[in-house]
């Protein structure tokens, strides 16, 4: 049992070491102009690295990749747009086409490749964009797009999105914007590690210098309920806050903010500092809602329904985070019966977090 049970958490941690942070993320942005027909512009953004995989850069294998080589590769890149970009309306493909210089932009301390879309198509009705862009390459590959004033995420088994500029309803509105809270913290691997650090130790109390085991079921859904409101009640502040513009941090520090709440949650974990996690979880929950935020301006805000997209994207985020803990507390709390999980499966586990915190940590600054 002790050893499946340490295999286990291993498995799972290393699960999301391979998917971390460096998430392969691209965006499609594009706006509407004003004419009888569609014609949509804009930019397709894409890691440098994430493009190498499919458009060999580095011809003189130095393992360094300069503009001029990127430059060198704009044909090779803009037909590999068209190949993998497309759109349809009433059955027929539109005009896709990718002119234009490229240029470079820096997204959470990735370099990112700025290629110029146009779509053009013969009304204003309806119509469909297929996004099959690297999904060769990495399965877990996803297009972040903002088409007007509609978002859409492009996935693997979700390479085909419809969109219509007709008024959405509020029912619809809705709905999407909960599946997309709900979708980031699910591939927030950050987040879902800040939040299994603090789980990892909600099922044992600090006594006589060393962790015991929770007696009472009914008390570490307590602790666990305090942690857990802390954080949701100051993510969610953050996230409103800066959705709505009243606060516009600095994401790169956000972001490195993030990844040391994780690693002090980690070595917390070993070394306790603080047993009383409620208000260090609401500080850290500031930073993380700040972090969901970020997520959320990337994907727009509808138009029509701004103040309620940013709730409903917070509710997605809360569903997505209830079932994570659904899915944890239960083991974690079979897993205390072990006498090796506090002296080996617990802090193991938060060891492997504290090194995966102190990559993302280096990576952000």
Known sequence: MKILSSVFLILVVFSFKLNAHQ????????????NEQLTLNGQWKVAVMDLEHVVEFDKNADDVITWQEIKNQKGAIHQYLVEKISAQQNNELCAINSEGDLKIDSHFNESYIVTPIQISCPNSQSFSINYSALFEVDANHKAISAIGNISR??????????????ETSYSETFVEYVEQGILHIWMGTDHILFLIALL???????????????????QILVDTAWIITAFTLAHSMTLTATAMNIISPNTRWVELGIALSVLFAAINNIWPMIVRLGWITFCFGLLHGMGFAS????????????LMSILAFNLGVEIGQLVILAICLPLLMLLRNNPWYKKAIMPAGSVLIAIMAIQWSIERF
């Open 23 to 34: 998430l392969s993320t691209a965006y499609l942005e594009l706006t509407k102009s004003e």
């Open 153 to 166: 995420v492009f996935t693997l088994n979700e390479q085909t999105q419809t969109f219509s500029f007709d």
């Open 295 to 306: 997520v959320l301006g990337e994907l727009g805000l509808s138009n029509e329904y701004q």
């Open 200 to 218: 990892l130790g909600c099922v044992l109390v600090r006594k006589q210098g060393e962790w015991q085991r929770v007696e009472s079921k009914k």
